[in-house]
Structure formats: structure tokens, C-alpha cells
């Protein structure tokens, strides 16, 4: 079993992946919707969304196009589903108006319970880097997460594997 992610989502990592893919050039939303057969539309609502969270750069004219903000080893899967999930980045810190969560009641503690567990999966998200997904993004240097080998993951994680 895994965590759902939106398609929202799913197609904000696309774009990042497109555009660190192809770093030496601007890329448009027309040749990243046709790559991945996403919607223009919705991908634009997604470049609208990076745009304002700072992980891309935007220009408009007939030689506009997007690319990446920073550098592919800067930006963390954690922090792009944080700003591409909806109500996430609130849960994470606990209550309807982000204070922290009491133990007292049963629903404080499923919401407690619930609050520890997001932020401990965008954590782990953000182990992850855009570079560690792209063909050479990882600079020699850089060393693979462990948890990313499939044997390493399936040791670490086997009460997950088994329940999937």
C-alpha cells in the first residue's frame, strides 16, 4: 500500500522531472503537456502553482517558457507535494488552525497521530531530491540514499511490502 498522491501532484513531478531533464534550454507547457499527454490546462494551473512556490521560473511571450528555479539537488520531493497537496502542509502541523494538537480527547489523538504521520512521509519524501530522479542529475559526489536500492527499502520497510 501506498500513499495517494493527486494527479495534481503527480503532474507538478513530471514538469519538475521535464525541466530537469532539459536544463540548457526554456520548455514550454505545450511540449511538456504532449511528452506526458497532460491536459495544457491543467498543466499551467501546476506551472502557476511551482511559479508562486519558487521552484520554477516563468516568462511570457512568444519565446517564454519555464525552467527550473534552482539547481535539480535543491529541490526536495517533500516540499513540492507540501505545496501541490491541499490541506497537507496543514495537517502536518497539527490542528484546523495549525496549533498543536492535545492528547486529551480521541479525536486530538487521531488528528496527533495523523499530524506525526505526514510529517514524517514528507521527511522521508525529503530525502529525495530532483536530482536522485534524473538520468546524471546527482553530482559524483553525491551518494545515493541507501533507502533507495530496492533491496535496501523492501529490508527497512517489509511490514509495508507485505500489507501492499
Request: aromatic share 4%.
Amino acid at each position: 500500500m501506498y500513499m495517494h498522491l493527486t494527479e495534481f501532484t503527480d503532474n507538478a513531478l513530471r514538469l519538475l522531472v521535464y525541466l530537469g531533464n532539459h536544463r540548457e534550454r526554456i520548455a514550454t507547457i505545450n511540449e511538456i503537456a504532449e511528452r506526458y499527454g497532460i491536459s495544457r490546462h491543467h498543466l499551467a494551473k501546476v506551472s502557476c502553482v511551482l511559479a508562486a512556490s519558487g521552484l520554477i521560473e516563468t516568462s511570457r511571450g512568444r519565446l517564454g517558457g519555464m525552467r527550473l528555479a534552482g539547481a535539480p539537488r535543491d529541490i526536495r520531493l517533500g516540499e513540492v507535494v507540501r505545496c501541490t497537496e491541499r490541506g497537507l502542509a496543514r495537517g502536518a502541523r497539527g490542528g484546523p488552525d495549525g496549533e498543536r494538537p492535545t492528547a486529551h480527547q480521541p479525536d486530538d489523538r487521531l488528528r496527533q497521530s495523523l499530524a506525526v504521520a505526514t510529517a514524517a512521509y514528507l521527511a522521508e519524501l525529503n530525502r529525495v531530491t530532483l536530482a536522485d530522479l534524473i538520468p546524471g542529475g546527482a553530482q559524483p559526489d553525491d551518494e545515493m540514499p541507501g533507502w533507495l536500492a530496492t533491496n535496501a527499502w523492501r529490508w527497512q520497510h517489509s511490514a509495508l511490502e507485505e500489507g501492499a
